[in-house]
Every structure is written in structure tokens, then in C-alpha cells.
């Protein structure tokens, strides 16, 4: 009897459960329909509040298992934080509203493959953009046109292939860039080339890709504050000379590119083994590279130099000092004078302008010291040797007068046994052999006819109270007078000793007889 009433107080105890989880399914539904479909209940706090955790103006939905970006997120938002999720698709409607205080986005470790045209349109603010380690594989040419005010961009980790070459040409502001661990085989040259770089990118990180070559020419030529910044180690570079060259010069300078990574940048070698060598090795015996030494700056005279203080970092104040310890000072009359930019300028360019040069840099955070050796040559640009030291001056000078006494002593115009006259004699001869000729004034035709109009210089007895010389002969004959009588007679008529012919030949006397 008792059992009856047993099941039927058993099926009451049954059914009271029963609709008691049916009064919370119920309550449950109302609630999601009411946050769906409810006028402005999405952007309430209750609307993210459920998967994400608030503090302050920062937003983290962090490992939520979430396929899309919560929506109804709150305008005062500065950080959001979307990582760790299953977020493959990112759409322009990810957020209908413009999030205009939005400066920071972390969507890393979500599976990532597709990205809007579109999809950066309402956060044009953002300075930190996070979207590493996703399955990305394309970078196409609007993506980021919207992000003008970004600074830090993460790509790391992906699949990237292709790189559109004006993927970033609106990013004016970008400063950092991560696009290591991707498959790219080109190196994204137009970022850092002189006309075409982001003006304020410090830091490129190309590391652990897949490129084979680099524009070392267009490397060497870079501000000092972008080699400190670029990074391309682990990547299969063919070994040479070049690259050994440039990566001890970065070390020397102590970049940071170089001295944090320096047992990373490998390269391979040529042959069919594929032998993988570290790039600071290659000096030894495998490829017998030359050891680097620092270029020294060569200049010419009257040039314009400029020397340029080449910092790791921008904006930092830069002070010069010349050769000797001599600080460049302002307004001063030094030839040398520091540019708005830092550089030294010296013009014109002198010979005692030799010597070492000394930047000093500073900043907040850093000091900085560049030596400049400037080596001066001693002629002009263009002078094509115009300009020769004392040394080779006195060299050929002495050249040149060794060369005219030889020819003085052997090659005198008309000696003895030249002359077309053989029948006459040497007195006669040694006339001619003189070197100027004039108009003769003497009327005496025979004369006239036998001097044909050269001049003589003779040194005579008779002449040696006006010049004050002695006899060429070297003989003071004061007593010997008759001698000296018939040797005059001897000329008139056209004939002469020998000994006064050879004087009168002289070139090197003073007083000229003219005939």
C-alpha cells in the first residue's frame, strides 16, 4: 500500500529538478537575445566583460577561443589585446565604429590568413600593430595605406613570400620593422634606399628568411643610424669578400647588428657541397679575404670637404675637434665650420689641414666618438700636378741644369770641323760660331763680306778698364803691347790667333763687338 504512494512522492521529487534546470536554460537564453538584439546593450561593459578582462583603458581577450574580435568594445579603449585565439579571418567590419584612442593591437598566435583592404580603416591611430606568428603569406599594396601614425610593426613568423614594394610607402612614421622567420627571397631595398626609405625606420629585421644575395654597394652607403638597425643573419647568403668586408666594418664600429648576431651571419660557400661558413671566418683559408681596415678620407687643395659625423643615433649633439686638439668654434676665422646637420666643413682644403678629426656625440642615453683621418694631397683636383712640393721642384731644377751644361760642353751650334768652309782658317771659322747676329756698321766691304753680320764678344787688353774683367785666356800681358797690336791687326783683316778666336767665341762675355 505504501508503495504507490512511495513513486508518486518519488515522481514529484523527479519533477521538481527537472524544471528547475528548465527555469535556467530559459534565463540563460533571455539574457544572450537581450545582449544581441537590445539597443545599445552591445556597447554596455556587460557586452565584453564576459570573455574579456578590463583594466583601465586596456582590453585583453587573451586565450579565449574566440574566432572573431568581440565587438561592442568601448571608445576609451588604448590597448587591445586579441592574441592566443582563432581569429583566420580579420574583415572591415571587425569594428563598425572608429576606435579614434586605440594606439595598440596584438592579434600574434591566431592562425591569421586574410587581411581586408579595408580592415585598418577605423584604427588609423595605432602605433603598435602586432601580427606575428600567424599563417600570413601575402602583404599587398593597401593593406596598410590607413596606419600613417604606426611606429612598430611585428610580421615575424609568418609565411611571407611577397612583399608589394609599396606595401609601406604611406607608413611615414613606421620605425620599426620585424619581418624575420618568413619566406622572403628579396630584400625589401626600397625601405632603406636613399630616395625611397621611411625617413624614420631605425630598425629592419630581415633575419632568418631566404635571402641569397644583398646590395652590399647600396649597404655601404646607408646612414650609420640604419646599419646599427639591420639585421639579415641566418639567411643562406653566398660567401665573398664583400659581404666579409662589410660586416667587419659594422663590427669595428661597434653596430649593433653586427655585435649581437656576429655568430649568426653565415653564408655558403661556392662548390657543389654547400659547405655552410660563418661570414667572420671568411679571412682565413677559405676564401683568404683581406683583413678590413678603416678607409682613411682623401682630399685635394682648394677642394670643399665636408666629414661627415656619422652617429648610431639620430639627433644627437655633435662637437669637432681639429688636428692638434683644437675645438671648432663658431664664428671663428677657422677654414672649418659645423654644418646645421653635425658634419664638419672645411673650405678651402689646405695642406696643414692633415690629420685626425675627432667627433664627439652626445645624447641622453649615449656618447658617441668617430676619428676621421683626412690625408691631404699637395695639388689641386684638376691641376693635373700643377702644384709640386719642394722636393721634386729642387729635382728638376737640377735636372734641367745638368742637362743645358751638357749641351753647352758638346753640342756648341758650329765647331771647327762643321763648318761649311773648310779652306779657311779657325780664326775665320770662330765668327761664325757665334750665336746673335746684327746689322754690321763697319764700311770696310771685305770686313763686311767676311762678318756677315754676326756679332763677336771678345774681351780684349784694351777693353779691360771698362768691364773689369781679365783676359779669357788668363793672361795679363800689360807689357807684351806689340803682341796684343798685331793680334787687332790680324782681326781687321779677317784672321786671328787661335787663342783670341777661341775668346771671342765666348758666349759668356760681356762687352759685344758688333761688325
Not at 571587425?94 to 585598418?120: D, Q, V
Not at 611577397?162 to 622567420?181: C, E, G, H, P, W
Not at 655568430?263 to 683568404?288: A, W
Not at 770662330?430 to 770686313?447: A, Q, Y
Amino acid at each position: 500500500m505504501l508503495q504507490p504512494s512511495t513513486r508518486a512522492g518519488d515522481n514529484l521529487l523527479e519533477a521538481i529538478p527537472h524544471w528547475s534546470k528548465l527555469q535556467r536554460w530559459a534565463l540563460a537564453f533571455s539574457l544572450c537575445m537581450a545582449l544581441l538584439w537590445l539597443p545599445g546593450t552591445a556597447g554596455s561593459p556587460l557586452g565584453y566583460q564576459k570573455t574579456c578582462i578590463c583594466a583601465s583603458n586596456i582590453v585583453s581577450c587573451s586565450k579565449m577561443n574566440l574566432s572573431s574580435v568581440p565587438t561592442g568594445l568601448p571608445l576609451y579603449m588604448a590597448v587591445l589585446d586579441v592574441s592566443y585565439n582563432n581569429i583566420q579571418l580579420l574583415r572591415s567590419e571587425w569594428t563598425p565604429n572608429s576606435l579614434p584612442k586605440l594606439h595598440n593591437l596584438l592579434l600574434s598566435h591566431n592562425g591569421l590568413h586574410f587581411l581586408s583592404s579595408e580592415a585598418f580603416v577605423y584604427v588609423k591611430f595605432l602605433r603598435y600593430l602586432d601580427l606575428s606568428s600567424n599563417n600570413l603569406t601575402l602583404l599587398d599594396e593597401f593593406i596598410f595605406e590607413p596606419l600613417v601614425n604606426l611606429e612598430v610593426l611585428l610580421l615575424y613568423n609568418n609565411h611571407i613570400s611577397q612583399i608589394d614594394r609599396s606595401a609601406f610607402v604611406t607608413m611615414i612614421n613606421l620605425q620599426k620593422l620585424y619581418l624575420s622567420q618568413n619566406q622572403i627571397s628579396r630584400f625589401p631595398l626600397e625601405l632603406v634606399k636613399e630616395r625611397s626609405r621611411l625617413e624614420k625606420l631605425s630598425l629592419l629585421d630581415v633575419s632568418s628568411n631566404k635571402i641569397k644575395l644583398l646590395p652590399v654597394d647600396e649597404f655601404q652607403v646607408l646612414p650609420a643610424w640604419i646599419k646599427n638597425g639591420l639585421y639579415f643573419h641566418d639567411n643562406p647568403l653566398l660567401c665573398h669578400c664583400d659581404l666579409y668586408t662589410l660586416l667587419a666594418h659594422w663590427y669595428i664600429r661597434k653596430f649593433n647588428s653586427a655585435l649581437d648576431f656576429k655568430d649568426n651571419y653565415t653564408c655558403i660557400l661556392p662548390g657543389p657541397q654547400k659547405i655552410t661558413e660563418r661570414v667572420f671566418d671568411l679571412s682565413g683559408e677559405s676564401m683568404n679575404c683581406s683583413t678590413f681596415k678603416e678607409n682613411d678620407v682623401e682630399a685635394f687643395l682648394e677642394q670643399r670637404l665636408i666629414l661627415y659625423c656619422d652617429t648610431k643615433h639620430r639627433k644627437m649633439s655633435k662637437t669637432w675637434m681639429m688636428p692638434g686638439n683644437v675645438i671648432v668654434m663658431s664664428g671663428s676665422n677657422q677654414t672649418a665650420k659645423v654644418t646645421k646637420e653635425g658634419n664638419l666643413q672645411i673650405n678651402p682644403v689646405r695642406v696643414e689641414d692633415s690629420g685626425t678629426y675627432t667627433c664627439t656625440a652626445m645624447s641622453e642615453a649615449l656618447n658617441e666618438t668617430i676619428y676621421v683621418v683626412l690625408k691631404v694631397h699637395n695639388i689641386t683636383m684638376h691641376g693635373n700636378g700643377e702644384t709640386l712640393n719642394t722636393a721634386y721642384t729642387t729635382l728638376v731644377g737640377c735636372l734641367v741644369s745638368v742637362v743645358l751644361v751638357l749641351v753647352y760642353l758638346y753640342m756648341t751650334p758650329c765647331r771647327c770641323f762643321c763648318c761649311p768652309n773648310k779652306g779657311k782658317n779657325r780664326g775665320e771659322d770662330s765668327i761664325h760660331s757665334s750665336m746673335l747676329s746684327v746689322t754690321p756698321t763697319h764700311e770696310d766691304p771685305e770686313l763686311k763680306a767676311e762678318l756677315n753680320r754676326h756679332v763677336a764678344f771678345i774681351d780684349s787688353k784694351d777693353l779691360q778698364s771698362q768691364n773689369g774683367k781679365l783676359n779669357p785666356n788668363g793672361e795679363e800681358d800689360d807689357d807684351d803691347g806689340d803682341d796684343m797690336d798685331a793680334e787687332a791687326g790680324s782681326l781687321m783683316k779677317g784672321k786671328r790667333k787661335k787663342s783670341v778666336a777661341e775668346s771671342i767665341s765666348s758666349v759668356f762675355s760681356d762687352t759685344p763687338m758688333v761688325a
